[in-house]
Every structure is written in C-alpha cells, then in structure tokens.
C-alpha cells in the first residue's frame, strides 16, 4: 500500500464480546477526527460475500466440511478484498472490519484444529500484502460471551458449539496478540460497557495519533 492509502482496522473475538457496540464508539472518534470511513464486516461485504456469508451461518442437513467451510471464509474474503477493502484503502479511506483473517486464525485453526500452515497458505495467496493495521481484540470469558450472545436471540450455527470451542477460540486471539504486540490491542470486554469504551477511546488516542496527523496531511 502507498502512504495515500487509508488505514485497515479490524475488531475481532468471540460471540457476545461486544464487537458491533465498540464499532459505534470507534466510529464516533474516527468522525470527531475528521477521517473518512467505511465499516463492513467479516464473512460478508459485499452482495456475493453476504451470501457465502448466509450458507456458513445457516443451520442445514448437509453438514459443511472443516475444508469447505475454510475454503468458502476465503472465497468471500477474495471478493470483499478486490470489490470493496482495496479501493476504499486506495482512496484514502479507513476501512473498520468486524473480523478478518485473524478469525479464521482463531476459529478454523485454533477452534476446528485445522493446520495454521494451510490458513498462512490461503492468507498470502487471498491477501498477497494486505493486513490490518490494528487489530482490536475484546477478551472476554465464553461463558459470558455466550451468555450475551443467548440473550439477543437464536443462536447461528458457529454459536451452537460447545464452550469448549470457544475456549480454543479465546486462546487462539491470545496467542495472536502475543505473538504481534505491534499490531494487536486486547481489550478487556468484561468490564461494564461504559469502562470498555473509555479503555477504547484511550487506546485509540494513543495507538492512532501518527496515523491521524498522516491522513489529515494529505
Ligand atoms: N467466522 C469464522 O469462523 N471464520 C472467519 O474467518 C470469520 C468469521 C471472518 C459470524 O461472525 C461468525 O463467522 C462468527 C465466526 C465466524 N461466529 N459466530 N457466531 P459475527 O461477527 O457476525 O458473529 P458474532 O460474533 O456472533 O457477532 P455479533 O453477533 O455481531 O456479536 P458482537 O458484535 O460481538 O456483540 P454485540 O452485538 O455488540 O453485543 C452482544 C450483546 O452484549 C448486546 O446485547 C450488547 O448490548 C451486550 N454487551 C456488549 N458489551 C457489553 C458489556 N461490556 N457489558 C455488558 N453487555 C455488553
């Protein structure tokens, strides 16, 4: 990417963690800064990625394969990358994912068991160059997650698995975030929402000020 180009924020963890309600705060602070964004999300995006989207959420007789279900994540990242987070970013525009590769890390690989070196493959050959800038990761307990997540109503077929998975899941953003510190924030999505959005807001006037004064330079 050239310096012109926007800036790519994704927000990752597990069902229940609060990604939607931070986004809005995220938001927000991007329009008090003056930035220009898009928000979209993760399977999805785009009119053919929100389909591929709709036969992995969907709870139907034919069982998908840990394979397919890898494969179809990747497919409609293809797309979302070439119609819509590449050309935002080229023209400057920020791009906020709610979710990207990071979950296909976490829930293929470190929720189905699937070799990380065949997610890493899909991720050069999909992606070439392109990865976030920041990475948001809300930790939060599965059970409360889960919790959260049964309250709002019936639940997906991802959100059908048992706790253990999301367990694997939670470990998975963990061990990613220590594994690139540069990239990933975690934040602690226990909290009472009001604390979650002030340690979010603090971390983003932190992390973002260089990225802030590039853009508004330009
Ligand atoms: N998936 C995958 O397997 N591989 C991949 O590569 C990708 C995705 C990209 C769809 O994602 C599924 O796709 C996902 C993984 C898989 N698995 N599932 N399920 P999704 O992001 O659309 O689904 P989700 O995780 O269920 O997201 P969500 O429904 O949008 O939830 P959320 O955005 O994290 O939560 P929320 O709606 O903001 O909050 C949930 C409730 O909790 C709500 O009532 C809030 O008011 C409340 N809340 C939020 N924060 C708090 C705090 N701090 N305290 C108390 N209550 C709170």
Not at 9 to 32: C, D, Q, W
Not at 50 to 55: D, H, P, Q
Not at 169 to 180: H, K, P
Request: with cysteine; net charge negative; charged share 30%.
């Amino acid at each position: 990417m050239q310096k012109s180009d926007g800036y790519f924020i994704t927000i990752e963890g597990i069902e229940g963690v609060g990604k939607s309600t931070n986004i809005a705060t995220l938001t927000k602070f991007l329009e008090e800064k003056g930035v220009e964004y898009i928000v979209t999300r993760e399977p999805g995006g785009t009119e053919l990625a929100e389909k591929i989207r709709e036969l992995l959420l969907e709870i139907s007789e034919e069982s998908i394969t840990e394979l397919s279900e890898l494969l179809l994540v990747f497919a409609a990242r293809a797309q979302h990358i070439e119609k819509l987070i590449k050309p935002a970013l080229q023209s400057g525009k920020w791009v906020v994912c709610d979710r990207f590769t990071d979950a296909t890390f976490a829930y293929q690989g470190g929720g189905r068991g699937l070799d990380q070196k065949i997610i890493s493959a899909l991720q050069s050959m999909v992606q070439d160059e392109l990865r976030p800038d920041l990475t948001i990761i809300l930790d939060l307990d599965p059970e409360t997650g889960l919790e959260r997540a049964t309250k709002r109503g019936s639940l997906d077929r991802f959100e059908q698995e048992k706790i253990e998975f999301f367990a694997r899941v939670r470990q998975s953003y963990l061990d990613i975030a220590a594994a690139e510190p540069q990239r990933c924030v975690v934040v602690d999505a226990s909290k009472p929402l009001e604390a979650v959005k002030s340690d979010l807001l603090n971390m983003l006037e932190q992390k973002l000020g260089t990225a802030l004064q590039e853009t508004n330079e330009q």
